[in-house]
């Protein structure tokens, strides 16, 4: 199971922390992603990292202000997003798919991730 936690509210140009902790698996191996969807659209793949070699994926809108991060120690993944804008709100998710399935890394669609957690609400207010 995938737990997401971090989201809240935030005004434009803030930060937040988005976590993503395995329970009853390991990262090895994996690609884990963190997708987002506002109602009435579909959902985007924002980032995703292979964990074993570290190579990542991200969605063109958010180069350069979000960064992810795999501790394996703690088979958790972060998403730190930086200068967030209001487009960014969303609900975010964390996903994950077996990294042989998941060659080269990316979340925009091309694979289909199989393990998904609860989404944690990400607001930002202008």
């Known amino acids: 199971q995938l737990q997401a936690s971090g989201g809240g509210l935030v005004q434009a140009g803030g930060s937040l922390r988005l976590s993503c902790a395995a329970s009853g698996f390991t990262y090895d191996d994996y690609v884990i992603g963190w997708f987002r969807q506002v109602p009435g659209k579909e959902s985007e793949g924002v980032s995703c990292?292979?964990?074993?070699?570290?190579?990542?994926y991200y969605l063109d809108s958010v180069k350069g202000r979000f960064t992810i991060s795999s501790d394996n120690a703690k088979d958790t993944v972060y998403l730190q997003m930086n200068n967030l804008k209001p487009e960014d709100t969303a609900v975010y998710y964390c996903?994950?798919?077996?990294?042989?399935?998941?060659?080269?890394?990316?979340?925009?669609?091309?694979?289909?991730?199989?393990?998904w957690g609860q989404g944690t609400q990400v607001t930002v207010s202008s």
């Open positions: 990292i292979n964990s074993n070699d570290g190579s990542t």
């Open positions: 996903a994950a798919e077996y990294s042989a399935l998941a060659d080269p890394v990316a979340c925009d669609g091309r694979y289909e991730f199989d393990s």
